[in-house]
């Protein structure tokens, strides 16, 4: 993502002359946004709002544009935020991602192996593990898995986290915690963890184990450190 990109290199646009929608790269599967930080506000939404709609509408358009399912975006982030043309992520832009991972520095033997890597190589070696209806299979298996009622043990430990968090942060300087939407979307991946793992109960410590990488980026703290000691603290109580 660049700073000149303008949101129909995303979505697509209404042909002029033809009146035909020529669609764009969001029309896929698995979106990659690399350095999504790297884009202004309306090329972001043009990224970040169909993830949430599952659709896209064109300008002169009344007909509603469905995405295809299965549907994923990754995205990864210009590290440097106080450069210039990077624009932050917003508490609401990031509350559109399930989790969020901070990669490791590479070391001296991965740089080397990057330097000859040959990509078009690698491309040849991949193959398919399934295709995108047993993916959504799966998808809904998770989602069956997930309704469970209100009082279950472990759905009260992340509402009581949820609780405490209030707690922990600083009103004073407008922080917040975790958002009923951020425990729903918490509690849905500790179940795709549980079928993937194949573990047999889902306990706190599974909580414990994911809650950064869910709840780290919606946490609404001055800087990332804070962000992790509110979590810690929450942990602790």
């Not at 790297?38 to 544009?65: C, N, S, Y």
């Not at 990077?86 to 070391?107: C, G, H, I, Q």
């Not at 472990?154 to 922080?175: C, G, H, P, T």
């Amino acid at each position: 993502f660049l700073p000149d990109l303008m949101p129909s290199d995303v979505i697509g646009f209404k042909d002029p002359e033809t009146g035909k929608i020529v669609k764009g790269p969001i029309f896929n599967n698995l979106i990659l946004a690399e350095e999504l930080n790297r884009t202004p506000g309306k090329v972001k939404a043009a990224v970040l709002e169909p993830m949430q709609e599952h659709f896209v509408t064109f300008v002169d358009d009344k007909r509603i544009h469905y995405l295809p399912r299965p549907f994923f975006v990754f995205a990864t982030l210009n590290p440097a935020e106080k450069e210039r043309d990077v624009y932050p992520l917003t508490t609401a832009e990031s509350n559109r991602f399930s989790m969020r991972s901070r990669l490791k520095k590479k070391d001296a033997s991965e740089i080397a192996q990057i330097i000859v890597k040959d990509a078009a190589q690698n491309r040849e070696s991949v193959r398919p593990v399934m295709g995108g209806e047993e993916l959504m299979e799966i998808i809904e298996y998770v989602k069956n898995m997930s309704l469970v009622s209100s009082d279950h043990p472990l759905v009260n430990y992340i509402a009581r986290l949820a609780r405490e968090m209030q707690f922990v942060v600083n009103k004073d300087y407008d922080e917040s915690g975790a958002s009923a939407r951020a425990c729903r979307g918490f509690w849905l991946v500790l179940n795709a963890y549980q079928l993937i793992e194949g573990i047999e109960y889902l306990t706190p410590e599974h909580a414990q184990y994911l809650i950064r990488r869910c709840w780290h980026h919606r946490v609404i703290a001055e800087d990332e450190d804070h962000a992790s000691y509110i979590i810690d603290e929450t942990l602790r109580k």
